[in-house]
């Protein structure tokens, strides 16, 4: 189940962007004047076990998504990318960044349509070394 964000969520999100390899701690302070926010819950009421962060308008950048390691393989991605597309108009260019070498993600979003479409070097700091990114994207049918 997916919802938008509350601001009672907020530390739990915070928690879970630590299991981000590059959080952006000033995205998420600052997305609800940005964008939007979405959080995964396993039960109404329950806490957040995911979150995605979106920003733009006109076409949109899936700009974080994460789901507790605990929870994933839940399918709680694929609802928090679904939530994201649905809310989208028609036309809409959804983007993203994602690794090259983080292949549940990238299996994920192909397996939802997503393409890539650019490559970007050197994008991703990792503790000292750099990974390289791949810049996917879905264009939302008509």
Known sequence: MIRPARPADASAIAALQSHLDAPSPELL??????????????????????????????????????????????????TLVDGVVARCDPGTRVTLLVAVDNDPARSLYESIGFQPVAYRPCFYERGGAWADALVYAYDVPE
């Open 29 to 78: 302070a600052s997305f609800a004047a940005v964008g939007a926010c979405l959080v995964a819950v396993e039960r109404p009421g329950g806490e957040p076990v995911g979150y995605a962060i979106t920003v733009g308008e006109g076409d949109v950048h899936l700009a974080e998504l994460v789901v507790d390691p605990d929870h994933r393989r839940r399918g709680h991605g694929r």
